[in-house]
């Protein structure tokens, strides 16, 4: 890890660490980078730049982790014997699964501790999805055709890549430290000058796109640094939280929540700015013939700061690792038969993805109940006529809205405690000292969800009039 200074001075003067603050210097590099490659390499032959990206990306590693990208090598090197022995099969995707996984399985036991840390694994566990998706798109490119699905036979590859291709797809350096992920097809189209709004092969317009992106993850960054002096994560394991009221307790824990999530979003968005400006992010044309940069949008801005839902929140926040897990995991779970199943397994994945503190499997939980609750909560508005029209009423609509917010607002920040805190030890003090507010209430909902439906349902209009003759 580099040990500079001024790094030291900065992360001083921040009230950060130096790891946090070479990790954000590592992805705003991302950004005189890409407009080097936009100026210099557009147009220019694929393998200069494949040997571009890889150079860059192991020099962002290397800046920040030390000797610890060896690591990041052998995996790369690794997958892409997998894929040149075994071929596109099943048992390579069976095998990307296993030893990606349990090496950076083997990375968490190692090295983490009680805390969260950035370290090597904090990258790796990115590129351990990316390439478990090359060697799974490797093999949904050897299917038959007609056994593929609609985005199998968008990301598929039909060919072997070339451990170049392979090198630069894994260290591009606008996904290489926090994501986003982006398939081998995309990176190609890349390379080869598809990804433009210039249908006249000149360089694309994506310098200002890439720059907002880059402001609005730089605010978000120094948003978090300002409010997380007060609104910090260790401050719920102190004497002066437990010693304050349930309501101070609650209310401190929901604008934590957000505070805390503007940590990934400036990230997220910093990440993002890089990757529009290198044009792997064009996403063809709006419905008004504007250019739309925004296939690796990890964040939906406007939706998650206007969520309503829970589901608002998943489907605003993390959109590509949420799309990865959706078509490497969930979708290939359709054997089980049952969605609920398929549901649990994919965040159960996710889960152990992240590591192994109990706090990711309580939140995930937490989330799989929320969301669940949440679909009961619909379905009972279809099942009751009579419900569905209080619920539209133009007077009780705005004021129920408010309701919906309310609770949204006040259980954001509750499922992020055990992500944060890790230790059940921690997380689970906190959750008693709130009583337990955010699982009960809706596990009695979704318990008693069937007798309600079966109470709010309507009576058959034949078996009343059957009633009515008796």
């Known amino acids: ?51 571009y990206f890889t150079l860059t990306g192991l020099g962002i590693l290397y800046a920040n982790f030390g000797t610890d990208i060896l690591h990041h090598v052998i995996c790369v090197f690794t997958n892409y014997l997998l894929m040149r022995t075994v071929g596109p099969k099943l048992l390579s995707v069976q095998l990307a699964f296993l030893f990606n996984m349990g090496y950076l399985l083997a990375g968490y036991h190692f090295c983490a501790s009680n ?42 590859l039909t060919r072997t890549p070339s451990l170049l291709e392979v090198a630069g797809h894994s260290f591009h350096f606008g996904g290489v430290l926090v994501g986003p992920q982006f398939p081998m097809r995309m990176y190609l189209d890349m390379i080869e000058g ?24 730089l605010a978000y960054t120094v948003v978090f640094a300002i ?28 604008i934590w929540g957000k505070v805390m999530l503007y940590k990934y979003v400036g990230c997220w968005l910093l990440a993002e700015g890089s990757c529009i400006l290198s044009s792997l992010t064009y996403n063809g044309r709006d419905e008004r013939g504007n250019p739309l940069w925004d296939s690796c949008k990890n964040i939906k801005l406007s939706k998650f700061e206007m969520v309503m839902s829970f589901q608002d929140v ?98 954001l920040g509750y499922p992020l405690v055990p992500f944060a805190l890790l230790k059940s030890g921690k997380w689970w003090q906190v959750h008693k000292s709130l009583y337990f507010t955010g699982h009960w209430p809706f596990l009695i909902f979704i318990a008693a969800a069937p007798f309600l439906k079966k109470l709010l349902k309507p009576r058959d209009s034949k078996t009343s009039k059957e009633t009515k003759s008796d």
């Not at 998706?133 to 968008?154: I, R």
């Not at 002096?229 to 824990?253: I, R």
Request: with cysteine.
């Open 115 to 156: 805390t969260y840390d950035v370290m090597w694994t904090t990258p790796h566990c990115v590129m351990t999805l990316r390439l478990i998706g090359l060697v799974t798109d490797h093999f949904d490119g050897g299917k038959d055709p007609a056994e593929q699905s609609a985005d199998q036979k968008k990301l598929g």
């Open 194 to 217: 598809k990804l433009t709004d210039n249908s006249e092969g000149k360089r694309p317009a994506c310098v200002v796109p890439a720059l907002k992106r880059m402001a609005l993850g």
């Open 227 to 254: 409010l997380n002096g007060y609104y910090y994560d260790d401050y719920m394991t102190e004497p002066a939280f437990f010693e304050s009221s349930w309501l101070q307790k609650y209310l401190f824990v929901l």
């Open 314 to 411: 998943i489907d605003s926040f993390n959109i590509n690792t949420n799309k990865w897990a959706a078509h490497y995991v969930y979708k290939r779970l359709k054997f089980l038969n049952n969605r609920m199943l398929s549901q649990l397994f994919t965040l159960v994945f996710l889960a152990l993805w992240h590591g192994f503190h109990s706090g990711y499997y309580a939140c995930f939980f937490l989330e799989l109940v929320y969301v669940n609750a949440e679909k009961q909560a619909h379905a009972l508005l279809k099942v009751s006529p009579l419900v569905s029209s209080v619920v539209r009423h133009p007077v009780a609509r705005p004021v129920l809205l408010v309701a919906l917010k309310l609770v949204l607002l006040a259980h």
């Open 1 to 51: 890890m580099a040990d500079l200074g001024l790094v030291k001075t900065l992360a001083g003067a921040f009230g950060t660490n130096e790891a946090s603050l070479t990790l954000i210097l590592g992805l705003l590099a991302g950004y005189p980078l890409a407009y080097f490659q936009r100026q210099f390499l557009f147009g220019k032959s694929a393998t200069l730049h494949h040997v």
